[in-house]
C-alpha cells in the first residue's frame, strides 16, 4: 500500500497545463522535504523539483525550470506540482516522494527516502 497518493494527471496537448496534486492519508508532512520524480518509458525516473519543509526553499530540474511549479500546504498535508507550457518530453509518471532528511538529500538519494505514492499518468501530444 502506497504512503502517499497522487492524482491530478491525464492527457494535456503541447503549450497546455495540468496540476498534480499528492496527499499523505492518515499521516503529515510537515517534518518532510516533499519531492517530484518522473520516469518514461525505457527511462530511468529523474528528479523534477523538490521542496523543504517550511516550503522556502526549492530546487528543479533544468528541464522544467521556469515552466513547473512546486508548492506544498502543510495545514491540507499536500504538495502540488503545476506544470505549465508542457512539451511531449514531458510524457511520464510522476511519482511524489517525502523524506524527513534535506532537500539536497531527497533529490541525491532518492532510494532512501521514507515514502512514495504509485504515481500519476501525464500524457502530452503533439
Known amino acids: 500500500q502506497a504512503e502517499l497518493v497522487e492524482s491530478g494527471g491525464g492527457l494535456a496537448q503541447t503549450g497546455g497545463s495540468l496540476r498534480l496534486s499528492c496527499t499523505r492519508p492518515?499521516?503529515?508532512?510537515?517534518?518532510?522535504?516533499l519531492a517530484w520524480f518522473r520516469q518514461s518509458p525505457g527511462k530511468e525516473r529523474e528528479f523534477v523539483a523538490a521542496?523543504?519543509?517550511?516550503?522556502?526553499?526549492?530546487k528543479y530540474a533544468e528541464s522544467v525550470k521556469g515552466r513547473f511549479t512546486i508548492s506544498r500546504d502543510n495545514a491540507k498535508n499536500t504538495v502540488s506540482l503545476q506544470m505549465d507550457s508542457l512539451k511531449p518530453e514531458d510524457t511520464a509518471v510522476y511519482f511524489c516522494?517525502?523524506?524527513?532528511?534535506?532537500?539536497?538529500?531527497?533529490?541525491?538519494?532518492?532510494?532512501?527516502?521514507?515514502?512514495w505514492g504509485q504515481g500519476t499518468q501525464v500524457t502530452v501530444s503533439s
Open positions: 521542496i523543504s519543509r517550511s516550503g522556502g526553499e526549492t
Open positions: 492518515g499521516g503529515t508532512f510537515t517534518v518532510y522535504s
Open positions: 516522494s517525502a523524506d524527513r532528511a534535506s532537500i539536497d538529500s531527497i533529490i541525491t538519494r532518492p532510494n532512501q527516502n521514507d515514502f
